[in-house]
């Protein structure tokens, strides 16, 4: 198997501590050979921490050397998905980029279609896919036990959560608020669930009011004045089949768990929640209730990057591909055109 050679554009906290943690655990798959962050100082402070024999401020002097990528990983801002995936596909790299895959639906079709066109894999990096639990959600769907799937709650919801660092706030870095921060990972695991068929209805509404009071939270202190972006959006999404999904999602909400990640499945057989993966069901009149709660956890960030090289390979993979990517990328566009309205 050939070994593929990677760079990182974006130097920030995921590629410090998911990203490459991962690579370097892949040696016979993956060599890590370029570092490139928009700070010369900061890229090269990352790849001697990492052991990475070049580091650029400039990703145009990975490609033009001779030691060229075969895969870019791009863990950029979200305003930077669309321009490094294409410079990375222009020069025929495979991409696995971070969620959401851009800023607007246009852009990641012009990823997709790029990546089709060239003939490479591009990948978003959905690592929730990767749990066991959703792996067994997928499996109670698959082998017939949940029936059909006629309704999803997909939560992502912090109470206090509005960071305090960064860009998060910033609609022009950001794209959006809670939603393309947050709301994006379960979209992905409810659509995986649907098909990743595309909505034909969609009604949302989105709030800014924890936001703009400013104030301190669980995750520091944010400035009312710089907040430009939603704290909290929920959206109904119809699809042609009938099938429904309420996502609701927030950086800060006044409810009663400072964090709730989940899904709630309901199926004409049997309804699951994710976390912890649990099946509800009725058997000859009795109501049947079927707990996991101790699942060993995985890195599912190693997952996601192995399903990335799987795919590069031509092998058979769940990662978030570039199709999926575009259609995630217009139902969010489509959630805040009709908070919007
Ligand atoms: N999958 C997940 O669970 C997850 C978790 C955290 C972050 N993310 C995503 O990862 C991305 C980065 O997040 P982060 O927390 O690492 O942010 P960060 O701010 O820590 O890192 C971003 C990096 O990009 C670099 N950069 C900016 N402009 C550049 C340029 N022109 N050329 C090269 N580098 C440039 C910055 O210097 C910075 O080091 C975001 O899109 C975010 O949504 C995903």
């Not at 990823?111 to 997928?138: C, H, I, V, W």
């Not at 429904?244 to 768990?257: E, M, Q, V, W």
Request: with cysteine.
């Amino acid at each position: 198997m050939q070994i593929l050679k990677a760079a990182i554009i974006g130097g920030g906290h995921i590629a410090d501590q998911n990203h490459i943690p991962a690579l370097k655990a892949l040696p016979e798959r993956v060599e890590l050979i370029a570092v490139c962050s928009r700070d010369i100082q900061k890229a090269r402070a990352l790849a001697d921490k990492h052991a990475i024999p070049m580091a650029c401020d400039n990703a145009a002097e990975m490609f033009e050397s001779d030691n060229k990528p075969d895969v870019i990983i791009n863990c950029t801002a979200n305003n930077l998905h669309h321009p490094f995936t294409i410079q990375a596909l222009e020069n025929n790299c495979h991409v696995l980029c971070e969620k959401p895959p851009a800023i607007h639906a246009a852009q990641a079709n012009e990823m997709a279609d790029l990546a089709e066109k060239k003939g490479k894999t591009l990948g978003y990096n959905f690592q929730l896919r990767q749990t066991p639990e959703y792996s067994l959600l997928k499996r109670s769907l698959e082998n017939g036990q949940l029936g059909e799937v006629y309704h999803i709650k997909a939560n992502f919801l912090r109470r206090r959560g509005i960071p305090g660092w960064g860009n998060f706030t910033n609609k022009s870095v950001q794209g959006g608020g809670a939603l393309m921060d947050l709301g994006v990972h379960v979209l992905d695991l409810a659509l995986g669930l649907l098909d990743y068929s595309e909505p034909d209805r969609i009604i949302a509404n989105t709030y800014d009011y924890i936001g703009k009071a400013g104030g301190k939270g669980l995750m520091g202190s944010w400035d009312a004045e710089k907040f430009e972006v939603e704290d909290a959006c929920f959206a109904h999404l119809s699809f042609p089949n009938h099938a429904s999904i309420t996502l609701s999602t927030s950086f800060a909400l006044n409810t009663n768990k400072e964090k709730d990640v989940n899904l709630e499945v309901f199926g004409t057989k049997a309804g699951a929640v994710l976390y912890p993966f649990s099946l509800y069901s009725e058997m000859e009149g009795e109501l049947v209730n079927m707990e996991f709660p101790h699942l060993e956890e995985t890195d599912i960030q190693l997952k996601n990057t192995i399903a990335f090289l799987d795919a590069c390979e031509g092998k058979s993979s769940n990662i978030c591909n570039a199709a999926q990517g575009a259609i995630l990328q217009k139902i969010v566009e489509e959630i805040y055109k009709s908070a919007a309205k």
